[in-house]
Nanobody, 115 residues
Framework: VQLVESGGGLVQPGGSLRLSCAAS????????MSWYRQAPGKERELVAA??????NTNYADSVKGRFTISRDKNTVYLQMNSLKPEDTAVYYC???????????WGQGTQVTVSS
């Protein structure tokens, strides 16, 4: 399984970015696609997730109402609006086959929110 992320960069507070994660090389049909982030000196945290079968989504409280996760075939997106400096982190995409706890990770993409 390969996960290739893109879309990170530098943005001013209040701005928007859209992250993409393209998945390939997998054969299972039901999975959860997630976005995590890790800021310097902090643990990696779950930002948002989407279930490939039900379409159900869930979000960290800190991003509810600002971030939206979506999926189109084998690509998952994270639309990030009203960005804040505390959203600065490396964002990682993760793919987890349904019924399993371990998964596959992307290489990460840097998001920096600063004026």
């Amino acid at each position: 399984v390969q996960l290739v992320e893109s879309g990170g960069g530098l943005v001013q507070p209040g701005g928007s970015l859209r992250l993409s994660c393209a998945a390939s090389g997998f054969t299972f049909s039901t999975y959860v696609m997630s976005w995590y982030r890790q800021a310097p000196g902090k643990e990696r945290e779950l930002v948002a997730a989407i279930n490939s079968w039900s379409g159900n989504t869930n979000y960290a409280d800190s991003v509810k109402g600002r971030f939206t996760i979506s999926r189109d075939k084998n690509t998952v997106y994270l639309q990030m609006n009203s960005l804040k400096p505390e959203d600065t982190a490396v964002y990682y995409c993760k793919m987890t086959q349904m019924g399993r706890t371990s998964g596959y990770w992307g290489q990460g993409t840097q998001v920096t929110v600063s004026s």
